[in-house]
């Protein structure tokens, strides 16, 4: 067994050797985290019973045994993995005393238990749980139950151990930290947490609603004597609620309910967050930082970040500290005559004259022409095979001129587009379309 000297905060050992100092607190390893132990209900209390109910008779039976005030709470129900779609019903109640822990599972009932009712309902019995708001709030929606005497973990814990636990006041606090915190074990959390619980339960799923509810009831216990040992007594209220139609009232009053403690601290503000620094470094020298998650991987085509239109032309990018014109364009050679040198001004932004550019009439050698007729059309030099030899179209009133793409016939206006019965007939003069001129006759 390994024994360490304790430090109070604040202060630092040193070692002086030869008239020298070194601190050993920068040159230690840091501790590391801290492992706990798994929490189990079989370990914690060898003696209570694990009962699990899919049978509307055998849960009032079962509940009608319960002989307690306190009972440790949870509910479970199955998630959803689409977004947009409303969340499924409960599935499963879990109740733990110090002799029993009742599993129902009211997904495979066809009616709520009675007994279970009538339960949830008196004012008289604990429930206990880590933010049971909603909880509550979704077993009223989603079978018409009614639960008081409710009592959130978390509340209660900033209400009793006010110097351990900062923030606000509503701020939920886990069950597995509570546990971690007062108990120096861990509940176990993985894929059982987000698994199916409208199916029949295998020992994974029933041995973690077991834990989550019996650690309810083992927290209570604690800090409910933490709470008596205090002076003055917290009052209920800052941590008690009912839910009577879907809404948060004080204990046995019509008053609604809201968590408040006007004696908690929930310690100094968090430190703001540090001023942006826009240094110029932003896309395109803008001022604005990048993003590069700004638009998702499949949208960033649809738009396009801005882009400098040159390397020379960086300086008309908006945002821009200093304007400094890009070179004009240079003309093409041999059509813009040099400027003087007299004409060159002092000031840094000139304007260069528009370029000349050749005329019409004056072809640039190298540049092959094409042929024309007396109309102004493109001779073809010869006939394309596409055109050449193709067979007449089905049925006596083809038009015959191929099934060239581009070759066809306009039926005039009296035909509409060419489609349909009566293709080309009763037209003396069918136009064929070769490409992108029209021949008539």
Not at 381 to 387: K, N
Request: hydrophobic content about 30%; some cysteine.
């Amino acid at each position: 067994m390994s024994t360490a000297s304790f430090i109070p905060q604040g202060s630092s050992s040193t070692h002086t050797t030869g008239g020298q100092s070194t601190n050993q607190d920068a040159n230690q390893p840091q501790e590391p985290a801290r492992v706990y132990d798994l929490y189990s209900w079989s370990n914690k209390s060898p003696s209570t019973r694990l009962v699990y109910i899919q049978n509307v008779e055998a849960a009032n039976q079962a509940i009608a045994q319960l002989n307690t005030k306190v009972l440790g709470f949870d509910l479970e129900w199955k998630p959803n993995f689409v977004k947009g779609r409303p969340e499924n019903p409960v599935a499963l109640v879990q109740l733990a005393s110090a002799e029993l822990i009742l599993l129902i599972h009211v997904s495979y009932m066809h009616t709520f238990p009675e007994k279970l009712r009538e339960l949830l309902a008196d004012e008289s019995i604990v429930k206990a749980g880590v933010g049971i708001q909603k909880d509550c709030k979704k077993l009223y929606e989603d079978h018409g139950v009614d639960t008081r005497n409710c009592v959130d973990l978390s509340l209660l814990a900033r209400t009793v151990d006010n110097p351990r636990w900062k923030g606000k006041y509503a701020s939920p606090i886990g069950l597995s930290r509570l546990c971690e915190a007062y108990e120096e074990l861990t509940l176990q959390k993985g894929k059982v947490q987000t698994s199916n619980w409208e199916q029949p339960l295998d020992l994974r799923q029933q041995q973690y609603a077991a834990n989550d509810c019996h650690a309810g009831l083992v927290l209570y216990l604690r800090l409910v004597r933490m709470a008596s040992a205090m002076s003055p007594v917290p009052q209920r209220v800052w941590y008690t609620f009912d839910v009577i139609n879907g809404y948060l009232y004080q204990p046995s009053s019509g008053t609604l309910w809201h968590p408040f403690n006007p004696y908690y601290d929930p310690g100094p503000p968090p430190p703001p967050r540090p001023p942006r620094v826009n240094d110029g470094t932003g896309p395109n020298g803008t001022q604005e930082p990048f993003r590069g998650g700004r638009f998702p991987r499949r949208g960033r085509q649809r738009h396009p970040q801005a882009r400098p239109l040159s390397p020379s032309a960086t300086a008309f990018v908006p945002g821009a500290h200093v304007h400094t014109p890009s070179p004009s364009p240079s003309p093409v050679a041999g059509f813009a005559p040099p400027r003087p040198a007299g004409e060159m001004s002092s000031h840094s932004y000139t304007r260069s004259p528009a370029p000349r550019y050749p005329s019409s009439s004056a072809a640039p050698a190298g540049i092959p022409m094409m042929d024309v007729d007396e109309d102004g059309f493109p001779r073809m030099g010869r006939v394309p095979r596409a055109y050449q030899g193709k067979p007449r179209a089905y049925g006596d009133g083809g038009s015959g001129f191929g099934a060239h793409p581009h070759a066809g016939t306009d039926s005039g206006p009296g035909r509409g587009r060419g489609r349909g019965r009566g293709r080309g007939r009763g037209q003396p003069e069918p136009v064929v379309r070769l490409g992108y001129f029209s021949i008539v006759g």
